[in-house]
C-alpha cells in the first residue's frame, strides 16, 4: 500500500527566506504524488501534482516540487516566503489508476516577519 | 461556481445521538469523497464513490457509520449512534474524470466540525 512521510509536523521560516517542506514516499507502483494546500477553517486545495511527466512540477503561488525517484522524495519548495503562506501542507500519493489518495500528516508552515 | 458545498458547519450533539452530514458534490463531477481530520490520527478517507455507487468504504471506522449517495448531486453521511471519539472535521470532496485520465483534482468543502459530547 502507498504512503507518504512528511517530515516536521511545524516548521518556520522568516519573510523572504526560502520554503522546504519534506516529503517521502513509498509505492509498490509509479505513483502520482500531489501537495495540497490547507488554510485555517478551509478545506484542502491543490498546489501541483506529478503525474509522470516533467519530474520539476510548477504550482500555484510560486511553489515547485521535484519528483526523485532514487530518493522516494517529493520535496516542496518556494524561493521566498511571504506571510500568505503560513498554512498547513499535506503530501499525497495514489497508485495510477486509482482516484483514492492516501494523506500524509500534514506540515504547518509559520511565516516569521 | 459555488464549489463543494457541505452543511452544517458546525454540529454539536450528545453521546449517542445521531448525527447526518450533507454535502452536495460540484456539478458534473462523478466521484464523491468522504474524509475525516483529527489531531491524533490526520486525514483519513472514509469512503468514496463513483456515479453514486459505493467503491471503497474500507476506511469506514465502524457499523455505527453510513453513507449514501442518492443521487449525483447529495450525499450523506450518518453516525448512529454518536460518540465522543468521533468529535473531528469531516470534509466532503469531488472530482471529475475528464481526457480518460485515472487522477484528477479532488476539490474539498470547507468541512462540518462536529462536537460529540
Known amino acids: 500500500a502507498q504512503s507518504v512521510t512528511q517530515l516536521g509536523s511545524h516548521v518556520s521560516v522568516s519573510e523572504g527566506a526560502l520554503v522546504l517542506l519534506r516529503c517521502n514516499y513509498s509505492?509498490?507502483?509509479?505513483?502520482?504524488l500531489f501537495w495540497y494546500v490547507q488554510y485555517p477553517n478551509q478545506g484542502l486545495q491543490l498546489l501541483l501534482k506529478y503525474t509522470s511527466a516533467a519530474t520539476l512540477v510548477k504550482g500555484i503561488n510560486g511553489f515547485e516540487a521535484e519528483f526523485k525517484k532514487s530518493e522516494t522524495s517529493f520535496h516542496l519548495t518556494k524561493p521566498s516566503a511571504h506571510m500568505s503562506d503560513a498554512a498547513e501542507y499535506f503530501c499525497a500519493v495514489s497508485d495510477r489508476g486509482y482516484q483514492k489518495v492516501t494523506f500524509g500528516t500534514g506540515t504547518k508552515l509559520q511565516v516569521i516577519p | 461556481d459555488a464549489g463543494v458545498i457541505q452543511s452544517p458547519r458546525h454540529e454539536v450533539t450528545e453521546m449517542g445521538q445521531e448525527v447526518t452530514l450533507r454535502c452536495k458534490p460540484i456539478s458534473g463531477h462523478d466521484y464523491l469523497f468522504w474524509y475525516r481530520q483529527t489531531m491524533m490520527r490526520g486525514l483519513e478517507l472514509l469512503i468514496y464513490?463513483?456515479?453514486?455507487?459505493?467503491?471503497?468504504d474500507s476506511g469506514m471506522p465502524e457499523d455505527r457509520f453510513s453513507a449514501k449517495m442518492p443521487n449525483a448531486s447529495f450525499s450523506t453521511l450518518k453516525i448512529q449512534p454518536s460518540e465522543p471519539r468521533d468529535s473531528a472535521v469531516y470534509f466532503c470532496?469531488?472530482?471529475?474524470?475528464?481526457?480518460?485520465?485515472?487522477?484528477?483534482?479532488?476539490?474539498f468543502g470547507p468541512g462540518t466540525r462536529l462536537t460529540v459530547l
Open positions: 509505492s509498490s507502483v509509479p505513483p502520482y
Open positions: 464513490f463513483n456515479n453514486n455507487v459505493p467503491i471503497d
Open positions: 470532496a469531488s472530482s471529475l474524470t475528464t481526457g480518460g485520465s485515472s487522477y484528477n483534482e479532488q476539490f
